[in-house]
C-alpha cells in the first residue's frame, strides 16, 4: 500500500506469515528537501505511527468478527468471492 503525504511517502508492505497471520514492514521516503528537518520527520514519523497503529486495532477487530460464529457471509460477500474467483 503506498501512502503519499506532500513530501512525505510510506509504503506498506504485507506478507503472509500463515494461513491467518501477517507481517507489516514500513518504507518511508521524503523528499531530500525537507531531510534536514527533523523535527518534521519525527512529527511525520510520529502520525504514520499512530494512523498504523488504529489501522492495526481496526484489521484485528474485524478478522475477530470474521471468526466469530456470529458471522455470516451473506449474498454481498459470496457475490465478491466469486467474482474473485473468476480473476
Do not use: K
Not at 502520525?47 to 488504529?54: G, L, P
Amino acid at each position: 500500500m503506498l501512502n503519499r503525504y506532500g513530501p512525505w511517502l510510506d509504503i506498506n508492505i504485507v506478507e503472509p506469515t500463515g494461513p491467518q497471520t501477517c507481517q507489516v514492514r514500513f518504507e518511508y521516503f521524503l523528499h531530500r528537501d525537507h531531510e534536514a528537518e527533523e523535527e518534521f520527520v519525527e512529527e511525520s514519523l510520529q502520525a504514520s505511527d499512530a494512523a498504523q497503529q488504529e489501522d492495526v486495532r481496526l484489521c484485528e477487530a474485524v478478522q475477530r468478527g470474521l471468526r466469530s460464529p456470529a458471522y455470516d457471509s451473506g449474498r454481498s460477500v459470496l457475490v465478491s468471492a466469486q467474482r474473485l474467483d473468476s480473476l
